[in-house]
Nanobody, 126 residues
Framework: QVQLVESGGGSAQAGGSLRLSCAVS????????MGWFRQAPGKEREGVAS????????VYAHSVKGRFTISQDNTKNTLYLQMDSLKPEDTAMYYC???????????????????WGQGTQVTVSS
């Protein structure tokens, strides 16, 4: 049974930082992609960053490039999202996700994801 458990959300002021973690278990394929998505109230869920397991090939949404960093610890089966220079528009529920058929090429396409975590709230105040 695949499980993704996010943690690390909370509140921050604009310009501050937060670090999200996602603990992954139960995934059978040795190669897949993991990513972060977010959904603000009244908006669709959008891709933030994604990376292929064991690779150093992250992709980022234009809105977070240069501010957010996705990384992974394969020994701990954990995915991270370091968020710096936070803006109020970063406020959203953040979800981690797994895409099984990525073939080493991560994407930010919501409909391509196979598994989702329960989400963690990030709130940025001005």
């Amino acid at each position: 049974q695949v499980q993704l458990v996010e943690s690390g959300g909370g509140s921050a002021q604009a310009g501050g930082s937060l670090r999200l973690s996602c603990a992954v278990s139960g995934v059978t394929p040795w190669s897949y992609c993991m990513g972060w998505f977010r959904q603000a109230p009244g908006k669709e869920r959008e891709g933030v960053a994604s990376i292929a397991t064991g690779e150093n090939n992250p992709v980022y949404a234009h809105s977070v490039k240069g501010r957010f960093t996705i990384s992974q610890d394969n020994t701990k089966n954990t995915l991270y999202l370091q968020m710096d220079s936070l803006k109020p528009e970063d406020t959203a529920m953040y979800y981690c996700a797994i895409e099984l058929g990525c073939r080493g090429s991560p994407s930010l396409i919501r409909t391509m994801q196979n598994y989702w975590g329960q989400g963690t709230q990030v709130t940025v105040s001005s």
